[in-house]
Nanobody, 125 residues
Framework: VQLVESGGGLIQAGGFLRLSCKPS????????IAWFRQAPGKEREAVSCSSIWDESPPYAEAVKGRFAISRDKINKTVDLQMDNVVPEDTAVYFC???????????????????WGQGTQVTVAS
């Protein structure tokens, strides 16, 4: 099982960025894939989660209306579109694979058993 993130970088506040997560070694289509982030000195926090078993993806309050998670069926990636970014979005972004559904406890890192190495996103003010 492997997950590889890409797309991070340095961006100005108000800009946009698209992160991609490439899972391999398992049937990612049937599992929840989530994005988390961790800023320096802070705990890892959930950003969003994608699962074919849920009606709609959940989002952290801090990113609602600005971020969108989606699955690219052709490239077999789980992407995170980040619009109107703010300096508080600066963090290392991780994707993680978990159970079948995102579910009620989607924001708990312990539910996700496989993690990528992360990609750095830095938002300059």
């Amino acid at each position: 099982v492997q997950l590889v993130e890409s797309g991070g970088g340095l961006i100005q506040a108000g800009g946009f960025l698209r992160l991609s997560c490439k899972p391999s070694g398992f049937d990612a289509g049937g599992h929840a894939i989530a994005w988390f982030r961790q800023a320096p000195g802070k705990e890892r926090e959930a950003v969003s989660c994608s699962s074919i078993w849920d009606e709609s993806p959940p989002y952290a309050e801090a990113v609602k209306g600005r971020f969108a998670i989606s699955r690219d069926k052709i490239n077999k990636t789980v992407d995170l579109q980040m619009d109107n970014v703010v300096p508080e979005d600066t963090a290392v972004y991780f994707c993680a694979a978990g159970p079948l559904r995102c579910g009620q406890f989607w924001n708990q890192p312990a539910r996700f058993t496989s993690w990528g190495q992360g990609t750095q996103v830095t938002v300059a003010s």
